[in-house]
T-cell receptor, first 114, second 111 residues
Framework: EAQVTQNPRYLITVTGKKLTVTCSQNMNHEYMSWYRQDPGLGLRQIYYSMNVEVTDKGDVPEGYKVSRKEKRNFPLILESPSPNQTSLYFC?????????????FGSGTRLTVV | GQSLEQPSEVTAVEGAIVQINCTYQTSGFYGLSWYQQHDGGAPTFLSYNALDGLEETGRFSSFLSRSDSYGYLLLQELQMKDSASYFCAVREPPRDDKIIFGKGTRLHILP
């Protein structure tokens, strides 16, 4: 089944403790992206990647890191999480081979930083 | 600046037709997409318009007018399962994958 897999689904952590949210897609998509979703603010892009070893900042990159060493994986790293990073996070991917540029989203990761 | 405007909430009756509008202001434009998100779920892709006009996919249609920087999603024969949030999103050049989402419209359906 074509899908984007995120782990974990839920995570509670403490301020300052480094964490990684993994994202993997099995569709051979070139584009991958991370979004955070907060009430009243919609989906805001954190980082995106056009292909392996190519990443760029989105609208809210502060406090986050990403890497794209393999085409299928695009982990999101929080080096020193803070409570304002409590949010719902989505990974998404899409292909340059389609004409509709539709994103496939992962199931989401609900992160709480205390 | 970049902005997408859509109503925060819309209410309609089961079996009826509802239109969700989206106006955008971006530095460039490649196309307008629509996504559906149920509570607790992930956004799912519904439609994409790159050119002016109407695109139909079953009960859902999407319209774009580039000259007016305006689009809408039309849902027909509403069902209770259509209760969800709907987001419009714009692909913005120069990067193909730069997608900006609106804040979403919560659709309430009354029986």
């Amino acid at each position: 089944e074509a899908q984007v897999t995120q782990n974990p689904r839920y995570l509670i952590t403490v301020t300052g403790k480094k964490l990684t949210v993994t994202c993997s897609q099995n569709m051979n998509h070139e584009y991958m992206s991370w979004y955070r979703q907060d009430p009243g603010l919609g989906l805001r892009q954190i980082y995106y990647s056009m292909n392996v070893e190519v990443t760029d900042k989105g609208d809210v990159p502060e406090g986050y890191k990403v890497s794209r060493k393999e085409k299928r994986n695009f982990p999101l790293i929080l080096e020193s999480p803070s409570p304002n990073q409590t949010s719902l996070y989505f990974c998404a991917s899409s292909s340059t081979g389609t004409t509709n540029y539709g994103y496939t989203f992962g199931s989401g990761t609900r992160l709480t930083v205390v | 600046g970049q902005s997408l405007e859509q109503p925060s909430e819309v209410t309609a009756v089961e079996g009826a037709i509802v239109q969700i509008n989206c106006t955008y202001q971006t530095s460039g434009f490649y196309g307008l997409s629509w996504y559906q998100q149920h509570d607790g779920g992930a956004p799912t892709f519904l439609s994409y318009n790159a050119l002016d006009g109407l695109e139909e996919t079953g009960r859902f249609s999407s319209f774009l007018s580039r000259s007016d920087s305006y689009g809408y999603l039309l849902l027909q024969e509403l069902q209770m399962k259509d209760s969800a949030s709907y987001f419009c999103a714009v692909r913005e050049p120069p990067r193909d994958d730069k997608i900006i989402f609106g804040k979403g419209t919560r659709l309430h359906i009354l029986p």
